[in-house]
C-alpha cells in the first residue's frame, strides 16, 4: 500500500489486491458525518452515473471515499496512466465539491419534506 500526495492537498490511497488488482481511493472529508439513511440512498443514486470508480465507506467507520478497483493486467503502461489519472480526476471532483453539493442537496430536501403537504406539486 502506498499514498502519492496530489498539488499537496490531494491524497490518493494506493493497495495491491491479490496478483493483479490495484484499488484506488480517495478520501472525502474527515468521517464524522453523522450519515443519514438519505445520504447513504443518495451516494448509491450518485454511484450509477460515475464512470471510473464508487462512493463507497471505509470499513468499520463513517469515512466516505470514492474508489475503484483495476486490473493491471487488463492495461499497458499508457493505458494503466489514463486509467489511474481518470479514476483521480473524478474522485478530485467528488473530494472538491461533489459530495458537499449531494449532502447539500439532500439537506435541503430534507428541511421542505416537512413543509410540503401532499397536495403541492414540486417543481
Known amino acids: 500500500a502506498f499514498e502519492l500526495v496530489f498539488m499537496r492537498q490531494l491524497p490518493v490511497y494506493f493497495q495491491v489486491v491479490g496478483d493483479t488488482d ?3 481511493a480517495i478520501r472525502l472529508g474527515e468521517g ?4 443519514s439513511d438519505e445520504v447513504l440512498t443518495a451516494m448509491l443514486a450518485a454511484n450509477l452515473d460515475l464512470r471510473h470508480g464508487r ?3 471505509e470499513p468499520g467507520g ?3 471515499v470514492y474508489g475503484g478497483r483495476l486490473t493491471i493486467t487488463m492495461h499497458d503502461a499508457d493505458s ?3 486509467t489511474v489519472s481518470a479514476m483521480i480526476r473524478e474522485g478530485a471532483a467528488w473530494r472538491l465539491e461533489h459530495f458537499d453539493a449531494l449532502t447539500r442537496s439532500v439537506a435541503a430536501q430534507q428541511s421542505t419534506s416537512g413543509v410540503m403537504s401532499d397536495n403541492f406539486i414540486r417543481i
Not at 464524522?32 to 450519515?35: A, K, N, P, S
Open 55 to 57: 462512493l463507497a465507506l
Open 32 to 35: 464524522g458525518h453523522g450519515l
Open 62 to 64: 463513517d469515512r466516505v
Open 22 to 24: 490495484i484499488e484506488v
Open 80 to 82: 494503466l496512466i489514463r
